[in-house]
């Protein structure tokens, strides 16, 4: 099961997050710091799977984006690094077409979604 799933820059700011479970604001903002120092910290020759704490952290950076989903022991790492990517794809399509319709200039893409998403915490 997905316990939660982080959008964050490479200087450790978070820009979306999304929990499945209940975490207190202040738990949150200590769980995620933690988190992002261990995934940042780590060279991309290291495996994108970490055991931390009670469950696993899978991630994936995409240039200045890492994307990380804390997931329960059972979880399958392989399909949620595959979701990941799938998630950045349809990420990438998207925004690809609106930035393209808005009048930038082709080739330019931010894969940022959008902050409007409901459920979604934006900072």
Known sequence: MIKFFLMVNKQGQTRL?????????????????????????????????????????????????????GINETENEMAVYELIHNFVEVLDRYFSRVISSNGARSGESTNVPSHSEQGWTKY
């Open 17 to 69: 997050s999304r929990y499945y479970e209940h975490v207190e604001i202040h738990k949150r903002t200590m769980l995620e710091a933690e988190v992002i120092k261990n995934c940042l910290s780590r060279s991309k020759e290291q495996c994108s799977f970490i055991e931390y704490k009670d469950f696993k952290l899978v991630y994936r950076q995409y240039a200045a984006l890492f994307i990380v989903v």
